[in-house]
């Protein structure tokens, strides 16, 4: 939508209160104030060209663009589009945090959010594994899975060459997807890298794209087309590639199968933008006991982190990633399934002292039932 029709939309907010309670950040505050009603009020006081107080301009960088408001709305307000039209506003009047700026510099400048150098998204390669020029899947890390947590893009190589899968990364080339760029409103900066990245993938003559991140998967297949071009590849998770080769017995699993509890935390981007619910609970299904977390699908709670409220908002965000870890293990998990490395990223920040159980992939936790 144009940053016009987005204003419009919002316009046309009756202040029902329908979205107030279900937003994660009133869920962890009880503050209406950071409920998702508050934030369309602000965004249109913004847009009226009004100066906003300095909690209205928290309640604005307060969201991760979740999506979990939208099915509440009666009036069908694209409450996240509002909040990302807004944030451009923000930047636009020079009232966006500098953080917004240091992390988005580290993105177009260095190729990642924490600014790492292009050679450590080596670290990940299996040794033994020569990625080849061309393939048929291309398998893209994400900065968190090759950069902060190597072993799990290593994980889902290592079983994609168990599997026998045609596959090739993009080593050091590798560049951020931009969802920070585009979660904050810097739409000019995304379209560069959607036509960088676009343009790369293409080069691999890969027909299919395979993300180990759910919001690379979402931005690639969603976005992208709409900022620059359609592809000539289909983009897919890796719990859709996962589910195949399960499906299609190309693993060896173990006899010691099914003897885990583990809970899945359904990804925002993957469950409630793109439906995929199915593929990671039967990769999980296949090799151990699957629980659920009360909000789970498509009402699964955010884990707090994206769209820059960790870095911003580093308390309120751990608030929700310690109710999704006090469930676990409340629930008598032996372990977290995640779909989503920066979820493990953040969840994981909290466990030491805690005594929660452990949080892998689903390819961690596959691959340590494969024979
Ligand atoms: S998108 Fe998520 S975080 Fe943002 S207002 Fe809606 S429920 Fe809250
Ligand atoms: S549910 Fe929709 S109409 Fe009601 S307050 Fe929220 S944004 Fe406005």
Redo the contacts with the bound molecule.
């Keep these: 939508m144009t940053p016009s029709i987005i204003e419009e939309a919002a316009s046309s907010?009756?202040?029902?209160?329908?979205?107030v309670e279900v937003c994660p950040f009133f869920k962890v505050t009880k503050n209406p104030k950071y409920g998702?009603?508050a934030k369309?009020e602000a965004a249109i006081a913004l847009f009226e060209g009004k100066e906003l107080s300095k909690e209205e301009v928290n309640t604005l960088l307060l969201c991760t663009r979740c999506d979990g408001c939208h099915s509440?709305?009666?009036?069908e307000?694209p409450?996240s589009q509002v909040v990302q039209a807004a944030r451009a506003e923000l930047r636009r009047v020079n009232a966006a945090p500098e953080k917004y700026k240091t992390i988005a510099d580290a993105i177009i400048k260095t190729g990642s959010p924490m600014g790492a150098p292009l050679e450590k998204r080596r670290v990940c390669i299996p040794g033994g594994f020569k990625p080849p020029d061309r393939a048929e899947y291309l398998y893209v890390t994400g900065c968190w899975s090759a950069i902060k947590l190597p072993e799990t893009a290593m994980a889902t190589m290592e079983l994609l060459m168990k599997a026998g899968v045609d596959f090739t990364i993009l080593g050091e080339k590798e560049w951020c997807c931009g969802l920070f760029l585009i979660d904050t409103g810097m739409v000019e900066e995304a379209k560069e890298l959607a036509k960088k990245n676009t343009l790369l993938f293409e080069s691999t003559g890969a027909r299919t794209v395979v993300t180990e991140c759910p919001s690379c998967h979402d931005v690639f297949k969603n976005i992208y087309p709409a900022l620059f071009r359609s592809p000539k590849y289909e983009v897919i998770h890796i719990s859709e590639l996962l589910e195949k080769v399960v499906g299609e017995g190309r693993l060896r699993l173990s006899p010691e199968t099914k003897r885990k509890k583990v809970v899945y935390k359904d990804p925002c981007p993957l469950a409630r933008r793109n439906g995929i619910l199915r593929p990671p609970r039967k990769v999980l299904s296949a090799v151990c006991e699957l629980l659920e977390y009360d909000e789970c699908g498509r009402d699964a709670l955010c884990c707090g982190a994206p769209a820059g409220v960790k870095p911003l908002y580093p308390e309120i965000s751990n608030k929700l990633a310690e109710l999704l870890m006090v469930e676990a293990k409340e629930k008598g998990a032996a372990e977290v399934g995640v779909g989503c490395v920066f979820c493990m990223y953040h969840m994981g920040g909290l466990q030491k002292e805690a005594g929660y159980p452990p949080i892998k992939t689903l390819s961690q936790i596959l691959l340590e039932m494969v024979e």
């Design positions: 907010c009756t202040f029902c209160g329908a979205c998702a009603m369309v509440s709305c009666p009036m307000i409450i």
